[in-house]
């Protein structure tokens, strides 16, 4: 992307800030298994719409991979419309409210279809409702994200009642389903047999390794076409072999926190004037992080002598001298 004016060294000013910002924020990239993902989608779309008998798929993954941006690039390839005063949704995205209930399920679903009057009724009115408007507003692919939240906090049990009414309301809505949750989500399954029957296409989206030539290459074609859509005229070169191990150290491979600091990264470099990112911008968008499944992680940016093997060894060692000393005080 270099259709964004030079700065040639003169701070942009903050409206212009946050337009390259948000513009950082929104670049998706796909990738192997990203587009393997995207094409078992459309074939589920495409072959089970109008099927006898609709097929459906489980897609799951940890926070931060990719499976919520999937699933919403591809409902945003089928807008809304207005066909003789009838509202047209072919597909329909929604989350599982956190602490589901049937009730709660159906009143999200029948908010998304732009029902008015979503939490009104009992649980069978709302249901017969929601069927009537998925026939009405002709959806042909309904998407669950959140599928997590069918498991209680709490104790990490499967909340029953709620798995049920969904295994039911799809098998009376007849239409091809996806359902979508973080990896524990897969225990649902075990509890609820005849779901799990519903549901015997599951499949894993996952973040990027760098442990073989085959996988540095991949990361760093990733990284690669995410600089060309850099809100710069420059490129900022983080596919580089150096800067490439960096980033894949500071985000572990999963491409939320890559894009999180990258649009960091954008905010400090417009903020300097600069027509590219730097490591110095990479640098300060690093400490902006907290994550905290990695206490010990180190900036990897600006640092010479930065080696990754070591990195992740020595991140490694102080979490286990951590849990040694836990369990012997």
Not at 55 to 61: I, P
Not at 122 to 149: M, Y
Not at 243 to 271: D, H, Q, R
């Amino acid at each position: 992307m270099r259709d964004f004016e030079k700065l040639n060294g003169f701070p942009a000013n903050p409206i212009e800030v946050k337009r390259r910002r948000e513009h950082a924020k929104t670049i998706v990239v796909s990738h192997p298994r990203y587009n393997l993902i995207m094409s078992k989608i459309e074939e589920l779309h495409f072959y089970s719409y109008g099927s006898v008998q609709p097929d459906s798929l489980f897609l799951y993954g940890e926070t931060g991979v990719g499976k919520s941006t999937a699933l919403k690039e591809y409902s945003n390839q089928f807008p809304r419309s207005i066909i003789n005063g009838y509202t047209i949704v072919p597909v329909l995205y929604n989350k599982v409210p956190v602490g589901a209930t049937p009730k709660s399920v159906a009143s999200s679903l029948l908010r998304s279809l732009g029902d008015p009057a979503y939490d009104k009724g009992t649980e069978i009115s709302q249901t017969e409702r929601l069927l009537n408007f998925i026939e009405t507003c002709q959806v042909e692919l309904i998407i669950i994200d959140e599928f997590q939240h069918i498991i209680d906090r709490e104790t990490k049990n499967v909340l029953k009642k709620p798995s049920e009414w969904i295994k039911k309301f799809f098998d009376d809505a007849n239409i091809p389903v996806i359902l979508c949750g973080m990896p524990e989500s897969i225990t649902i399954f075990d509890h609820n047999e005849q779901l799990d029957r519903r549901f015997t296409e599951k499949e894993g989206l996952y973040g990027f390794n760098y442990g073989t030539a085959e996988e540095q290459i991949e990361f760093r074609t990733f990284l690669k076409n995410i600089d060309e859509q850099l809100p710069f005229q420059n490129s900022s070169f983080i596919a580089d072999k150096n800067l490439s191990e960096k980033m894949f150290y500071a985000t572990n491979g999963v491409p939320f926190y890559v894009n999180k600091i990258l649009y960091e990264a954008t905010t400090f470099a417009a903020k300097s004037g600069s027509d590219s990112i730097d490591e110095n911008h990479l640098y300060d968008a690093f400490n902006k992080l907290k994550i905290a499944a990695r206490p010990f992680v180190i900036n990897p940016f600006t640092n010479e002598k930065f080696n990754i093997i070591d990195a992740f060894e020595k991140e490694e060692y102080k979490k286990k001298d951590k849990k040694i000393a836990k369990n012997v005080g």
